[in-house]
């Protein structure tokens, strides 16, 4: 198939706000496309490369060679020159580099140069999110989306499942859990407090179980014999980033297991280190300085069983049998709502940023986000993305400040509203760190405005929700402020202007 009927697809993609029009446009072009194709193409479809190295940056793709006149490169074409680039490295690999990227891109239209460069660099933004696209695939295929959905769940994605789905039900449902192969991680809805959390759950409190919520990186760990892989909430491998991890892993009692859990960095009286040093700490091998510990509230598979569709009361009593409880997450069992309470304020006593409350009936729903898992944290927190920066005055001259937050539009995942500004809760470190990001996110400057790409996701805290015709989503934030920027968030996982209406 050639690239530019991809190209010309996610445009249209793009162009559109209904979830059902771009499903049927990606559903049109898997179905159209030869099968030895089809799993490219929903890559390409879903604004990503198959490799997660190309070695490619802004700078090698600043200059590129004059757009052929007429479409001609063919999406395996494709595929095999960032295969290609991905696999350079050494002594003059530079130079090989640049002339790869200049046999590539010489055979690309502009258009198809435009998308070229946008996809190596993550930047295409055309509202196929995993959701759209397991759609698209079930229309394709002509199989039940709710098929796919598990089936992608368990392997990672909608992509990995193209061929599955071309095949029918059976072979969908003949994918399960592989070990050392990273499942989508159960997500939490949220609550403003304890007792809406055990409403949302289902009311009683004798079913339902509260986790302390530690402020660490999401981490799940397959262990097959010696060998240990370890995933980020994004299924990334930073197995060789956490030797410590690595360890604790392979002195549990199992041959083979999957983990699901958080590493976090303690300070010497095992309070939470902040945030910042622990994803600085996960970003890099380990310096010598500053370790994480592991801690697990969740087991997926032990020995040959897979315990996905177990009650969760199974799989908390097979996590108990397995790990230690200095490498389980705090957890409280009971039937009294007032002792339910006291570990709660346990909890934010030792320093963790909240709870979650968990129904001991509910089965794993990897990927899913619904009422059997409800966060509370003591504090209103959002995660909203940057959509502009203002450049400061007087002390803050020449760093750039306050910041515009925008809110994911759920009609258009390529939208975001803005409902406010914030300068507050920066220290002099974040002000010197955002004024370099955002100055290379940067789309276009005015007078005191940089306007960027909607990329950086960042956690922020308030003291209420209020209506304000002076932003287009009709709603501001009370005395917004920051916590912390997000990179372990992509802008497809913030909060959407529908959640933030509903606060009112």
Do not use: C
């Amino acid at each position: 198939m050639l690239l530019h009927e991809v190209v010309e697809v996610s445009a249209q993609v793009g162009a559109t706000r209904s979830r059902k029009e771009k499903t049927r446009l990606i559903a049109e072009l898997l179905a159209r496309t030869p099968p030895a194709e089809r799993e490219l193409v929903a890559w390409y479809l879903s604004g990503r490369l198959r490799q997660r190295r190309t070695g490619l940056g802004w700078r090698g793709l600043q200059s590129l060679p004059d757009p052929a006149a007429t479409p001609s490169l063919e999406v395996d074409e494709v595929d095999a020159a960032f295969e290609h680039l991905g696999s350079l490295a050494g002594a003059g690999s530079v130079a090989v580099r640049a002339a790869a990227v200049v046999e590539l891109f010489g055979r690309a239209t502009e258009v198809e140069q435009r998308w070229l460069r946008s996809v190596a660099l993550g930047e295409v933004r055309q509202g196929a999110l995993e959701a759209v696209m397991t759609e698209g695939v079930a229309a394709a295929a002509d199989v039940p989306v709710a098929d796919v959905r598990r089936a992608a769940m368990l392997a990672g994605g909608a992509t990995y499942v193209v061929d599955a789905a071309f095949s029918g039900p059976e072979a969908l449902a003949a994918i399960g859990l592989t070990v050392g192969r990273p499942v989508q991680p159960m997500l939490a809805s949220s609550a403003p407090d304890l007792e809406a959390a055990i409403d949302k759950v289902g009311g009683d409190v004798a079913g339902i179980a509260v986790d302390a919520k530690l402020d660490g990186i999401r981490i799940q760990v397959h262990r097959r014999g010696d060998e240990v892989l370890i995933a980020t909430r994004s299924l990334d491998d930073i197995t060789g980033r956490l030797p410590e991890v690595v360890d604790a892993v392979r002195t549990l009692p199992a041959s083979e297991l999957v983990l699901d859990g958080e590493a976090i960095a303690l300070d010497e009286a095992g309070r939470p280190r902040p945030f910042q040093e622990t994803a600085a700490r996960t970003a890099s091998a380990a310096d010598g300085i500053t370790a994480v510990t592991p801690y697990f509230f969740d087991v997926l598979h032990l020995d040959g069983d897979d315990l996905l569709d177990l009650p969760a009361a199974d799989r908390w009593a097979a996590l108990e049998r397995l790990v230690p409880e200095d490498h389980r997450v705090p957890r409280w069992i009971g039937s009294d709502p007032e002792e339910a309470a006291g570990f709660v304020q346990r909890v934010l006593a030792d320093g963790h940023e909240g709870v979650v409350v968990k129904a001991a009936s509910a089965p794993y729903a990897a990927g899913r986000r619904g009422s059997a898992w409800v966060k509370v944290k003591p504090v209103h927190t959002l995660d909203l993305v940057v959509l502009a920066v203002e450049w400061g005055s007087g002390r803050r001259r020449g760093f750039l400040s306050n910041i515009h937050l925008g809110a994911r539009d759920p009609d258009d995942p390529d939208h975001f509203v803005m409902l406010g500004k914030t300068f507050k809760g920066m220290t002099d470190a974040m002000l010197a760190w955002q004024t370099e990001r955002f100055q290379e996110l940067k789309t276009h400057e005015d007078d005191w405005t940089v306007h960027v790409r909607p990329e950086q996701v960042v956690e922020i805290a308030f003291d209420g929700v209020q209506r304000s015709s002076r932003y287009p989503g009709g709603v501001a934030l009370r005395f917004a402020r920051v916590v912390r920027y997000r990179d372990d968030k992509r802008p497809d996982e913030a909060d959407t202007i529908s959640t933030i209406r509903a606060l009112l």
